[in-house]
C-alpha cells in the first residue's frame, strides 16, 4: 500500500501513544492489516476497521478525511470493495441516504474512488472526472428519487475566515 503524509485520523490520545511507542506514524496505517492495527492500537476490531478504511481511502489522491468518512458512513471499508461500483450510482445512493442533493463535485469523487479502486496508483485527482459526470448527467439526468433539498440548506459552512457583515 503506497504511504501518505497528510493522511488525518481522529485518534484519540491513548491511540496516538499506542501508535507512537510502538513506532507507527498514521502514514504506516495503510499498508497494516486491520487485525495488526487492532493489536497496536489494542481497540476493537470494529474500530480497527474504522480507522484503516479511513485511512486507506486517503491514499486516492484529492481524498481528505471528509470524504473518507462518507465512504464508510455508506458502509465502505476498503477500496476492493468499490471496484465493482458505479460513482453515478454511488452519490445516488449516497444522496437518498443523507436525504438532500450534494454538490455536484462529489459524484467526482465518487468517480474518481472507483477509478482509483481499479488502477491503483493512478494520480488522477477529482476534477479530472467533472467533464465525464457533465456528459453523464446531461445524457442520464438525475432519478425521480433523488432528494429536493440541497446541501446547502442543510449543511451549516464553515469559512476560513468568516464573511463580516
Known amino acids: 500500500m503506497k504511504k501518505k503524509n ?10 496516538k501513544k499506542k501508535l507512537r511507542l510502538k513506532k507507527f506514524k498514521i502514514g504506516d496505517i495503510p499498508g497494516l492489516s486491520i487485525n495488526e492495527l487492532e493489536l497496536i492500537l489494542e481497540v476493537p476490531f470494529l474500530r480497527a476497521r474504522e480507522l484503516h478504511a479511513l485511512a486507506e481511502f486517503q491514499v486516492v489522491p484529492s481524498v481528505g478525511i471528509r470524504f473518507a468518512e462518507d465512504l464508510v458512513f455508506l458502509g465502505y471499508y476498503s477500496l476492493d ?40 496508483g493512478s494520480t488522477k485527482k477529482w476534477w479530472d472526472f467533472t467533464a465525464e459526470r457533465k456528459k453523464y448527467r446531461l445524457e442520464h439526468g438525475y432519478p425521480a428519487t433523488r432528494p429536493v433539498t440541497p446541501w446547502i440548506e442543510v449543511i451549516e459552512i464553515k469559512r476560513k475566515n468568516p464573511v463580516k457583515q
Open 81 to 120: 470493495e468499490l471496484k465493482t461500483k458505479d460513482g453515478a450510482k454511488l452519490v445516488e445512493e449516497y444522496e437518498i441516504k443523507k436525504g438532500y442533493w450534494v454538490d455536484s463535485c462529489v459524484e467526482d469523487q465518487f468517480r474518481l474512488v472507483v477509478h482509483f479502486a481499479n488502477n491503483y
Open 6 to 15: 497528510n493522511i488525518k485520523l481522529n485518534l484519540t490520545a491513548a491511540e
